[in-house]
């Protein structure tokens, strides 16, 4: 994703630093982190997990291999832990995220906050194996752990008016070192139209190969929009809301109309035809919709995919 602007250069010349990185750099990270990954592979134990009783097998998996669990949650985009790959693996151990609460509120009958661990049992856990594709090029397939997004929309009955819901990650610029320079307005904010936040597809997730998530994958809980680039699942979130209006999200306001409120993953946008998976070597075409167009293209009849507005 883009670091910086300076006022004397349009959104429009700025170009994410992991397309500028080069193939080489790319295959070097990816090299040395398939070597720590060799002895460190777990597969998912559903059910088993630690803090995450019943874990059943949810819909919408992939036969796709999973990238490894190394690979996962060693080369990561958390900016509030800077902006390095392998930083949040380094330095998001230092967030503490208990105790924890998510308040929802804005436009809904029933308000509240709650603690992570009445949100973490609001409904049962599924495994759900989705792809996840970053503007920067590269994929994921990652068994994610958490119910869709629509059961906690349910429970807190949005009002007519509510036509978005904006997602806010934790601002501690004590324990976020990111947080301390001005790269990002923070804290981080993500949104979706309504009927997007409400797809079944949508995440909540909780954790990622049947255990409790790792910090740097934005422990305690984090969003995951499959069909979407990557930078729409805010990590760590502390505050869900609803509202009428549509709100200037955090890379919006970054970059412009580059990754605009839509974002959809979108080949025909700029340099997104391509995409390797992080761990291969292999470059393989990026699909609509990141390949869940049969669900969701309909959500977005009669508006133009690569004009993101
Ligand atoms: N709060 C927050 N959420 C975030 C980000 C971030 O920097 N801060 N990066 C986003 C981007 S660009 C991507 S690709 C995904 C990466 O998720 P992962 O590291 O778990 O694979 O998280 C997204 N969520
Ligand atoms: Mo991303």
Redesign the pocket.
Known sequence: ?LIKRPPDIPPSEITPPGICRSRREFVAATLALAAATSLGLRPSRAGAADGLPGLHPGPFGTDEARTPLKL?TG??????FGTGKED?ARRAGSLRTRPWTVAVEGLVKRPATYDIDTLLKLAPPEERVYR?R???GWS?V?PWAGYSLAELIKRVEPLGSARFVEFT?LYDPARMPGQRSRL?AW??V?ALRLDEARHPLTLLAFG?YGEVLPN???APV?LVVPWK????????IVRIRFVEQEPVTTWMRASGGQYGFYANVDPEGRGQAWERRVGSFSRRRTLPFNGYGDQVASLYAGREQHRQP
């Open positions: 994703m996962v080369y990561n985009n958390f900016y509030e949040p996840l970053c503007v920067e994921m990652i990650t990002l804290p981080y993500e990622l740097q994958n934005g984090r680039y990557g930078f729409k699942s805010a990590k760590s």
